[in-house]
Structure formats: structure tokens, C-alpha cells
């Protein structure tokens, strides 16, 4: 289990690279680094538990469930400050967002990743390619169309127009 928790904490450390300009804060890799370290913890917790098991020491088993008790009360409330911060850091994300998209104008290192974030996600502007029509980039471009990166995969001639928003 500290493996694998391990893994997804420097997962999402490494992602992060790629959506930073999406995220206001450094607290964003906050999840990452207490998963990490849970993981440490976990890893210790289990060697304590696994010396105590093979000297069969009561006191070694009573330290192992009380630390055992404390990681899940810290997990439940762990969950319950997710749920009730869920719809902030989604306001925060978008409005992120949105300030992002006004400064895209196809050159800069923002561009490349809203780009980036367009074609991994499959998806086109913050909600729909409709946010793209209050940009500067789609005011200044005069054609009527999103980024390219707006297009499906699969379409093969797709210019970005809005008159096909069945290719976005």
C-alpha cells in the first residue's frame, strides 16, 4: 500500500508540471506531499506491526492498532475537508482558467499548455468552445474559430470554425 500510495503522490507531483499555469498556488501539490508522506508512515507503521506480530509483544500490537486508529481518523477527516472544499478549488480552477484563455494568443508557453490541456482532455475552452467567443485571441483572429486544438481527434480537415461545431 505505501508503494502504490508512493506512486500516485509523484504521479501527481509530475503531472503538475503540465496544468501549473492553471493553478494559482504552490498548496495545489499539497495532496501530492501528504500522500507521500503518509506513505512513509505507512511503511514504518507496517515494520513496527511486523517486529511486534514476530515477537509477539503486546505492546508493540497496542502501539500498531492505536496508529493504526489515529491514520483512519486522519483519512476521514482527510475526505471530509475534500467534500466540503470541492466547489471552491473548482471556482478557483476555473477562474484560473478562464484568465488563461483570455491570454492565449498561439505563441506563448500559456498557449502551448492550454494546447496541451485541450488535446489530453478532449475538450475545447473552460466548459464548452463557446468560452473561446469572449477571448481576445477569437476577436483578434477575425475567422470565426477556435484553436485547433479544439478539434476532434478524428477529424482530419478541421479548421476551427464555429459554423461546425460538430469537428470541436
Excluded: H
Excluded at 503522490?9 to 503540465?18: A, E, F, L, M, R
Excluded at 478557483?92 to 492565449?104: A, L
Excluded at 468552445?129 to 478541421?158: A, E, I
Aim: hydrophobic residues 40%; glycine residues 8%; aromatic residues 12%.
Amino acid at each position: 500500500a505505501a508503494a502504490g500510495l508512493s506512486y500516485v503522490g509523484g504521479y501527481v507531483i509530475s503531472t503538475y508540471k503540465s496544468y501549473d499555469n492553471f493553478l494559482q498556488d504552490k498548496y495545489a501539490l499539497l495532496p501530492a506531499a501528504i500522500i507521500i508522506c503518509v506513505a512513509v508512515v505507512m511503511f514504518v507503521i507496517g515494520l513496527i506491526g511486523c517486529c511486534a506480530t514476530f515477537q509477539e509483544s503486546r505492546v508493540g500490537l497496542r502501539l500498531f492498532l492505536a496508529i493504526i486508529l489515529l491514520i483512519f481518523i486522519a483519512e476521514v477527516a482527510a475526505f471530509v475537508l475534500g467534500f466540503v472544499y470541492r466547489e471552491k478549488v473548482k471556482t478557483d480552477v476555473q477562474g484560473r482558467m478562464r484568465s488563461v484563455f483570455q491570454e492565449y494568443d498561439g505563441k506563448t508557453s500559456e498557449s502551448t499548455v492550454v494546447d496541451y490541456l485541450q488535446k489530453q482532455l478532449r475538450c475545447c475552452g473552460v466548459k464548452n468552445y463557446s468560452d473561446w467567443t469572449t477571448t481576445q485571441w477569437f476577436n483578434s483572429t477575425g475567422n470565426n474559430s477556435v484553436p485547433l486544438s479544439c478539434c476532434r481527434q478524428d477529424m482530419k480537415n478541421c479548421t476551427g470554425r464555429l459554423d461546425q461545431p460538430q469537428e470541436l
